[in-house]
């Protein structure tokens, strides 16, 4: 298993443009997550599913979007990125959506400029 | 509503001294609870957890007891290694699917 993927590992983008974070899981996995880590401020969750083709806001929805068409596959993508979402992007995923108990995987992280 | 404070860092240590880093919690319901550590440059791995108050979980010498009366769940450690520097996050994870993460303290252990 290669676990949760993350790619790129690095991007630098302009004020304005769009882009995709990929992120992408092989062990079945109902639940996916995407996080934001910023120094002082821990990991703050974007947005969630609980299942192929189900998804929803998490604590800093703003500017961003997700789709979920597959079980493996759960893209964030940045609409018109901005200095403020300068930051290291982790995608996670765990067995079950309703799993108090789960353990959550990482990936290694997608660490975004935004000039 | 559910949220984790952790002891701001960095903490300091020399090598074989004995480590405490603080977490408590506010929750509803019965969370379970989460250490996790991130070393230079990756991604969060999990370093142990808690399911039910009175659960000790432990791995690679650490170790954290959940706490319900004083609602904490305080990572140890009895002697600690250059190779534990790292950023540690504790976290819970309610009834509900999402996890709730501390702000993350930093361990520097030198020789």
């Known amino acids: 298993n290669a676990g949760v993927t993350q790619t790129p590992k690095f991007q630098v983008l302009k004020t304005g443009q769009s882009m995709t974070l990929q992120c992408a899981q092989d062990m079945n996995h109902e639940y996916m997550s995407w996080y934001r880590q910023d120094p002082g401020m821990g990991l703050r969750l974007i947005h969630y599913?609980?299942?192929?083709?189900?998804?929803d806001q998490g604590e800093v929805p703003n500017g961003y979007n997700v789709s979920r068409s597959t079980t493996e596959d759960f893209p964030l993508r940045l609409l018109s990125a901005a200095p403020s979402q300068t930051s290291v992007y982790f995608c996670?995923?765990?067995?079950?959506?309703?799993?108090?108990?789960?353990?959550?995987?990482f990936g290694p992280g997608t660490r975004l400029t935004v000039l | 509503g559910n949220s984790v404070t952790q002891m701001e860092g960095p903490v300091t240590l020399s090598e074989e001294a004995f480590l405490t880093i603080n977490c408590t919690y506010t929750a509803t319901g019965y969370p379970s609870l989460f250490w996790y550590v991130q070393y230079p440059g990756e991604g969060l791995q999990l370093l142990l957890k808690?399911?039910?108050?009175?659960d000790k979980g432990s791995n690679k010498g650490f170790e954290a007891t959940y706490r319900k009366e004083t609602t904490s769940f305080h990572l140890e450690k009895g002697s600690v290694q250059v190779s534990d520097s790292a950023v540690y996050f504790c976290?819970?994870?309610?009834?509900?699917?999402?996890?709730?993460f501390g702000t993350g303290t930093r361990l520097q252990v030198f020789p």
């Open positions: 976290a819970l994870r309610p009834d509900t699917d999402k996890l709730i």
């Open positions: 599913s609980v299942g192929a083709g189900i998804t």
């Open positions: 996670a995923s765990s067995r079950r959506s309703t799993g108090a108990t789960d353990t959550q995987y």
């Open positions: 808690a399911t039910k108050a009175d």
